[in-house]
C-alpha cells in the first residue's frame, strides 16, 4: 500500500503562473523526497528534505515539511511548460538495524503548464 | 559518469511465461532496488538487495525473484506472469554510508524502466 497521498491528483495552470502540489503521510519518516515522471519514463530525484528540516529550495523549487502535521507542499515557481510531467512524494521510514530501507510513494499529482 | 541503465525497454510477454529484466547501477552505488508501477499509480517496492542478498522485500508474491552480482548489477524475474503484471518496472541504484548511528542509503538515482505487457 502507499503511505504518501498527493493533492490535487492533476493540476493544470499557465505558463509563468506558480504551481502547488501537497503530500501527505501516515507514519514516521527518516526524510520525504520528490521526484519527477515525464510520461511514464524514470523518476528524476528533485529534492530531499530531512524530517529536522522545515523548509529547502531548490532553483524554482521550494518544499516545506510540516512533521506535526505528517505533510509537504512542493512549490515549483514560475512554471514552464517543461515543468508539464507527473510529480511524486516519496517517504523513507526511520532506518532500522542494518539500515537497509525503501521509499514510499503516492499516486502523485499530473501537473500540465500551457503555453 | 553513466547513470542508471535497464534493459530491455520494452516487452511482451504471455501470461504463464517467465521474464528476466536487467539493471546496471550508477557508479560508485552498491544497493539496487525494485519497484513496479501500474499505469496511473505511484511505484511500489519490491524488493532491495546489497551484497548479493535481499534485505527487504515488499508486498509481493514469491513469483517474483531477484539476484544481484559481484558487480553490484542486478536482475528481478518474474514466473508464471499475469495480466495484472503489466507494469512500468522501475531499478533505483543508491549507495549506503555510516551516519553515526546508523546506515543510511543515499542517491537514489532511478533507471528508466522496462515497459512490460503481458497478454
Known amino acids: 500500500s502507499q503511505q504518501g497521498e498527493e493533492d490535487p491528483q492533476a493540476l493544470s495552470i499557465q505558463e509563468g503562473e506558480n504551481a502547488t502540489m501537497n503530500c501527505s503521510y501516515k507514519?514516521?519518516?527518516?526524510?520525504l523526497q520528490w521526484y519527477r515522471q515525464n510520461s511514464g519514463r524514470g523518476l528524476v530525484h528533485l529534492i530531499l528534505?530531512?524530517?529536522?528540516?522545515r523548509e529547502k529550495h531548490s532553483g524554482r523549487l521550494r518544499v516545506t515539511l510540516d512533521t506535526s502535521k505528517k505533510s509537504s507542499s512542493l512549490l515549483i515557481t514560475a512554471s514552464r511548460a517543461a515543468d508539464t510531467a507527473s510529480y511524486f512524494c516519496?517517504?523513507?521510514?526511520?532506518?532500522?538495524?542494518?539500515?537497509?530501507?525503501?521509499?514510499?510513494f503516492g499516486a502523485g499529482t499530473r501537473l500540465a503548464v500551457h503555453p | 559518469d553513466a547513470g542508471v541503465t535497464q534493459s530491455p525497454t520494452h516487452l511482451i510477454k504471455t501470461r504463464g511465461q517467465q521474464v528476466t529484466l536487467r539493471c546496471s547501477p550508477k557508479s560508485g552505488h552498491d544497493t539496487v532496488s525494485w519497484y513496479q508501477q501500474a499505469l496511473g499509480q505511484g511505484p511500489q517496492f519490491i524488493f532491495q538487495?546489497?551484497?548479493?542478498?535481499?534485505?527487504q522485500r515488499g508486498n509481493f508474491p514469491d513469483r517474483f525473484s531477484g539476484h544481484q552480482f559481484p558487480n553490484y548489477s542486478s536482475e528481478l524475474n518474474v514466473n508464471a506472469l499475469l495480466l495484472g503484471d503489466s507494469a512500468l518496472y522501475l531499478c533505483a541504484s543508491s549507495f549506503r554510508l555510516w551516519q553515526g548511528a546508523g546506515y543510511e542509503n543515499y542517491g537514489y538515482t532511478f533507471g528508466s524502466g522496462t515497459r512490460l505487457t503481458v497478454v
Open positions: 528534505i530531512r524530517s529536522n528540516e
Open positions: 538487495y546489497y551484497e548479493e542478498e535481499e534485505r
Open positions: 507514519t514516521s519518516i527518516n526524510n
Open positions: 516519496a517517504t523513507e521510514p526511520p532506518t532500522f538495524s542494518g539500515g537497509y530501507n525503501k521509499l514510499i
